[in-house]
T-cell receptor
Framework: ETGVTQTPRHLVMGMTNKKSLKCEQHLGHNAMYWYKQSAKKPLELMFVYNFKEQTENNSVPSRFSPECPNSSHLFLHLHTLQPEDSALYLC????????????FGPGTRLTVT | SQKIEQNSEALNIQEGKTATLTCNYTNYSPAYLQWYRQDPGRGPVFLLLIRENEKEKRKERLKVTFDTTLKQSLFHITASQPADSATYLCALASGGSYIPTFGRGTSLIVHP
């Protein structure tokens, strides 16, 4: 295992529901990321947190709301999602250094009905 | 615009052969390039990193080359095994950025 855990692994939610995805890294890294991966598409960077501060928000709709209470934990709060938001949501962490190899969690498979 | 291109068609090879995957890029000046492996429904796993001033990097059965003139990296798996079947992603980052940009990935299928 990579040292990055994500819960839940699978989530089915209706368009009016509110849910949260959780990520925890045990690697002592100082940067954490949320990515969206849809079928046949490259990884889409959503948010970046560096030392708990959000440094990137790649024009993500406001129905996705990240939270980073400390450098080991990252949440993605979801509300009023659309069916096209169904995807694999991946959390990653890295050291904020020049080479930045990323360590990914197993992902949450989200289905919006 | 910046672009990272990996072959969208799956690469099918026979067990024991060398698999070669390609990553081409345009409008980038990458400081380094990374390769990841991703299995279905799982997160990518970091494999190798090569810097702009390095031509080649090896790790066990893996070899990566980086040609900044051709704007291309090749990823080789020697003596391939069915367990090597997966999608392989390349990722590039420019100098000063610690955030890589990922390609779409190429699926490798190794037949026994």
């Amino acid at each position: 295992e990579t040292g990055v855990t994500q819960t839940p692994r699978h989530l089915v939610m209706g368009m009016t529901n509110k849910k949260s995805l959780k990520c925890e890294q045990h690697l002592g890294h100082n940067a954490m990321y949320w990515y969206k991966q849809s079928a046949k598409k490259p990884l889409e960077l959503m948010f970046v947190y560096n030392f708990k501060e959000q440094t990137e928000n790649n024009s993500v709709p406001s129905r996705f709301s990240p939270e980073c209470p400390n450098s080991s934990h990252l949440f993605l709060h979801l509300h009023t999602l659309q069916p096209e938001d169904s995807a694999l949501y991946l959390c990653a962490s890295s050291q904020r250094g020049p080479t930045g190899e990323q360590y990914f969690g197993p992902g949450t498979r989200l289905t919006v009905t | 615009s910046q672009k990272i291109e990996q072959n969208s068609e799956a690469l099918n090879i026979q067990e024991g052969k060398t698999a070669t995957l390609t990553c081409n890029y345009t409008n980038y000046s990458p400081a380094y390039l990374q390769w990841y492996r991703q299995d279905p429904g799982r997160g990518p796993v970091f494999l190798l990193l090569i810097r702009e001033n390095e031509k080649e990097k090896r790790k066990e059965r893996l070899k990566v080359t980086f040609d900044t003139t051709l704007k291309q990296s090749l990823f080789h798996i020697t003596a391939s095994q069915p367990a090597d079947s997966a999608t392989y992603l390349c990722a590039l980052a420019s100098g000063g950025s610690y955030i890589p940009t990922f390609g779409r990935g190429t699926s490798l299928i190794v037949h026994p």
